[in-house]
């Protein structure tokens, strides 16, 4: 079942059904939370380049949008080791992780407005030639062999822009995409109830989303987040994104516990699509957010910090 809050097409909207538990949350907001490897040494701005990962062509930094190994979720609840906690403040507080968000958001952005140009642009004609020889009756004096003449014709092909499905769309997760739970993670060692803390008191918006959320909505986009936290916090998510710049976004969607994450996102892209939207970019920092297809390019940020399975 999907759960979805906010307008959909004519304001459309998906009820959730289940009481909030604070405790449950607190326990299993981010199931199998993981630490993603050991931070890369210092270097400019990685090239965003396509790459696959469980199935999904990613535009990223390869491998994992970083440059990091994928290292499986352990299923424990338990934060970093202790040995890894100054290499993640150190990418954080260095400025390359905002360096590394920029990147991918800057992608985003240029893939956007190079597919609204396209769209806007007039069909034209293009002359397109070929030659071919065609036998004669005609014989060579001295050899005797057949005379080819050349024989060469033009047609004007009719060349339409390719344009769009629909109203053209943005999909932004929130934790990690939109919204930043930075020093809550630091602060409990980044384990998962870090991220729970940063859903119900609050994180920062990230820059370099809050500006692609910006440019979207000045070109005429519809935007949507599409989050795995639970519909019971669906007002103190969205204060949070009010209070740190975000507005009149389009829908809001959140995930019920139960369902897992690919599933629910992929499934909500598959709604918005019937709806009449033609998803130009999903943006997330899990694989989860990015698998399932229903856009025309997804963009990974990189998030060393945690890591989410499903």
Known sequence: MMVGHGKLCGGREMQAGRRFSLVTYLATAMLAVALAGVVAPARAAAEVVPYELGGTTIFGERPTA????????????????????????????????????????????DYIAARLAEARRPARTDR?????????????????????????????????????SGRPALVLDIDETSLSNYRYLEATGFSQLGVAQGALLGGEAIQPTLELFRYAKSAGLAVFFVTGTPPELKQVREDNLRRVGY?????????????????????????????????LANVGDQVSDLAGGHADRSFKYPNPFYFIPN
């Open 247 to 279: 507005s009149n976004w389009d829908g809001a969607f959140y995930k019920p516990m139960n369902e897992p994450t690919a599933k629910f996102k992929s499934g909500v892209r598959a709604e918005l699509e019937r709806q009449g939207f033609d998803i």
């Open 128 to 164: 397109e030639c070929s030659t071919r020889y065609v036998a004669t009756s005609v014989r060579h004096p001295r050899t005797g062999e057949r005379l080819y003449r050349r024989v060469r014709s033009c047609r004007l092909r009719l060349l339409r822009p390719r344009g769009l």
């Open 66 to 109: 970083l440059g990091l190994p994928v290292l499986p979720a352990t299923g424990t609840f338990g934060a970093a080791p202790a040995e890894f906690l100054p290499r993640l403040r150190d990418y954080h507080d260095s400025g390359r992780y905002e360096q590394d968000l920029a990147s991918v958001a800057r992608a985003a952005r």
